[in-house]
């Protein structure tokens, strides 16, 4: 499945803007989520390709709304990115195990999140 449509998912203005640009500028289109609860519901809303989720958000962790993304019969087929400050082994084993395909850590370059939605 080629992705075209990816949720960008920060409740960091700052951080979630830069996601969005470079998402975009790589011809991808690109719908945003400032919260877990909103990023929950614009998955089974948007039906996006993928989605790039931060960890640390105050309402619901990142690893919280994966498992919920990838344990919903409605969104279960949409891969999740995580993307966080957090880079510790244990961190990227319990994504992991919470249904992520892959695990970014802050602060990344372009390239490493387009070769990652290039992955998918």
């Known amino acids: 499945?080629?992705?075209?449509?990816?949720?960008?998912?920060?409740?960091s203005d700052t951080d979630l803007k830069n996601l969005e640009q470079i998402v975009s500028s790589a011809g991808y289109t690109v719908i945003t989520a400032k919260s877990g609860t909103e990023a929950?519901?614009?998955?089974?809303?948007?039906?996006?390709?993928?989605v790039l989720l931060d960890v640390i958000m105050a309402d619901m962790n990142g690893f919280q709304v994966c498992r919920r993304i990838t344990q919903d019969d409605a969104t279960k087929d949409i891969p999740v990115i995580l993307v966080s400050s957090k880079g510790q082994?244990?961190?990227?084993?319990w994504g992991a195990e919470q249904g992520a395909r892959a695990y970014v850590t802050k602060p990344f370059t372009p390239a490493q999140i387009l070769d990652e939605l290039k992955a998918l």
């Open 40 to 50: 929950m519901d614009k998955t089974r809303e948007e039906q996006p390709d993928a």
């Open 89 to 93: 082994k244990t961190d990227r084993v």
């Open 1 to 11: 499945m080629a992705i075209k449509k990816v949720l960008v998912v920060d409740d």
